[in-house]
């Protein structure tokens, strides 16, 4: 009976094996840490508020002359797959995701004292490194805005940005490998930390 089962369904638990490449959405080099949909767009990311927190590097408008560029705090988070390895060897892998969530100025004033709040959730950016996806780009990073011009809504999907956008100002001036680790206290004493005696880092001042 069991066998007569087996051999009725497996034909159809082959056919779901061999059509699933075959999908509309594609996820990078099989560890699923983003979605690129059939348009070549990237699919806005979700769930990164539970990913790993690396900092948050704020740009306030009132001290970039009424409008930063990105506005104004970048709470930056790396997908734990990127993040294991990265602590691991030092290195970002292919397929390695961060976002920037971009958050406005609530106040400058709290019981702590004078000082920049958080306010509310206004964009979210994104970088990928895919040699599969993004084979032309230098060091293989995409960029994404998923933010609107007024800040109120996130697109769906985003548009690779042009290189000279994006790409170029984190080729020439970020640290490790087009990331700005140099802003990111988080990511620097975890680099590569599993290489040290011990593995341990969290608990160094100066690692
Ligand atoms: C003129 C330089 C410059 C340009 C242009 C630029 N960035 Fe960045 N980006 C930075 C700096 C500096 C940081 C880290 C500090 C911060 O957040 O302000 C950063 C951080 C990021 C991060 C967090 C991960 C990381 O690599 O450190 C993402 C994601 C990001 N930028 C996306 C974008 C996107 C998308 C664009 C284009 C729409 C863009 N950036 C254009 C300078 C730039």
């Given amino acids: ?14 056919a779901v ?3 699933a490449p075959l999908a509309a959405h594609t996820d990078n080099g099989g560890n699923g840490s983003y979605e690129v949909d059939a348009s070549g767009k990237l ?16 740009t306030p408008n ?17 997908h734990p797959n990127a993040w294991n390895q ?3 060897t030092g290195h970002f892998p292919d397929g390695t995701i ?15 004292g004078a000082g920049y709040f958080m306010g509310e959730f206004i964009g979210l950016e994104a970088a990928v490194k895919s040699a599969k996806d993004f084979p032309d780009e230098p060091g293989n990073w995409g960029y994404f805005s998923f933010s609107s011009p007024d ?9 690779p940005q042009a290189t000279e956008t994006c790409n170029s100002c984190h080729q020439t001036a970020a640290k490790d ?31």
């Fill in 1 to 14: 009976m069991t066998h007569l089962k087996r051999s009725r369904w497996s034909p159809w638990a082959l």
């Fill in 17 to 19: 094996v061999l059509l």
């Fill in 43 to 58: 699919v806005r990311p979700t769930g990164y508020r539970e990913w790993v927190f690396a900092g948050t590097p704020v």
């Fill in 62 to 78: 009132d001290m970039n002359n009424g409008k930063a560029a990105f506005p104004e705090f970048h709470s930056v988070y790396i």
């Fill in 86 to 88: 990265w602590k691991r």
């Fill in 98 to 112: 961060l976002v920037k969530e971009l958050i406005s100025v609530g106040s400058k004033q709290a019981a702590s």
């Fill in 151 to 159: 800040h109120r809504t996130l697109l769906p999907s985003a548009a």
């Fill in 177 to 207: 490998d087009w990331v700005f680790t140099q802003h990111y206290p988080v990511m620097r004493a975890a680099n590569g930390a599993g290489k040290r005696a011990g593995g341990g880092y969290d608990d160094l001042l100066q690692p």
